[in-house]
């Protein structure tokens, strides 16, 4: 599937503008500050629904509008035309459509225009926390996979919940309440952590490939999943974090705390990498994420 136009209206600090695009690769050119990042931007809003910066939708009006507009017409691989539409307004909220029919609930439609971005930020991938790797992960796998975003949405609701209920407990005889909780943490985890661990472990020789390419093959580059549900079952995690959740008031084990590693030459990428290393790593990342979706 290939994205034939775009047009945008009130976005960021574009006003309007029609982009007639080709099959092969689409090269943009101007000043800094022209708005080249935020054509990028809008691609991908028209594929996950949302930016890929760290930007509320309010934040995507243009200075001193009410609303934005983006449409994107495609062309599949099976020559089917197709039409997405993102619009948002600051007191009415987002709405998506497809060919014209809204989506109920935005994650239906994740997946269906598939996308891969690479942009400097991708840095935050290898310094910032694990938080990133698997905000990262998470949108990956989404994109593939229709059984893994139920999952997160699913477990990331059952995890408020229980966290919430955490803050009003106030000792560990009244911690049988969270086993409901728990039986959800557990069901939607366990889906969450085998579809992970599947796709680092299919992602890792890719990256490698990519990788040996790019650096002319002078260092050996890994990936690996680590995840406490690696060494034992969710039940079991869940029942040894107890009393340090109702201590803490937050649930402190499970598969939101999981990361993924990145080594080269058998030593962590962000301690022992150079920059260049870095984002050589980085680049053989996205180049095997776009040769999987």
């Known amino acids: 599937m290939y994205i ?3 047009s945008l209206l009130n976005f960021k600090n574009i006003a309007q503008a029609d982009l007639e695009l080709a099959p092969g690769i689409n090269c943009f050119t101007g000043r800094n500050g022209a708005g080249k990042t935020n054509v990028i931007d809008a691609v991908w809003y028209l594929a996950m629904c949302k930016s890929s910066l760290a930007m509320t939708d309010g934040q995507s009006v243009r200075h001193g509008e009410e609303f934005f507009l983006l449409n994107g017409e495609y062309l599949s691989d099976g020559g089917r035309h197709e039409t997405v539409t993102c619009s948002f307004k600051r007191n009415g909220g987002k709405t998506l459509k497809r060919n014209g029919k809204e989506y109920e609930r935005l994650s239906e ?3 269906a225009v598939p996308t891969v971005i690479v942009s400097p930020a991708d840095i935050f991938l290898v ?3 694990a938080d990133e790797r698997r905000k990262w992960l998470n949108s990956f796998i989404s994109q593939n996979d229709r059984e893994y975003l139920n999952a997160l949405i699913r477990y990331n609701h059952a995890l ?4 919430r209920l955490l803050k009003q407990l106030r000792s560990a005889a009244q911690g049988d309440l969270l086993e409901v909780f728990d039986m959800q943490l557990e069901a939607h985890g366990r889906v969450i952590h085998a579809k992970r661990a599947e ?5 890792g020789p890719i990256v490698a490939r990519h990788y040996r390419a790019i650096s002319g093959d002078r260092e050996k580059v890994e990936l690996s999943y680590r995840s406490e549900l690696n060494g034992a079952t969710f039940g079991e995690v869940l029942a040894a974090a107890r009393d340090r959740d109702i201590a803490n008031q937050f649930t402190t084990s499970g ?3 999981d990361d993924m590693v990145m080594r080269i030459g058998g030593y962590p990428l962000k301690k022992y990498g150079s920059q260049g290393q870095q984002k050589s790593f980085l680049i053989a990342l996205k180049l095997a994420q776009h040769a999987i979706i």
């Not at 408020?160 to 966290?163: D, G, K, P, T, V």
């Not at 796709?199 to 992602?203: A, D, G, R």
Request: charged share 40%.
């Open 4 to 6: 034939r136009k775009l």
């Open 199 to 203: 796709t680092i472990e299919k992602l």
């Open 255 to 257: 598969v939101h705390r």
């Open 127 to 129: 310094s910032d926390a």
């Open 109 to 111: 439609h994740i997946g």
């Open 160 to 163: 408020a919940e229980r966290n």
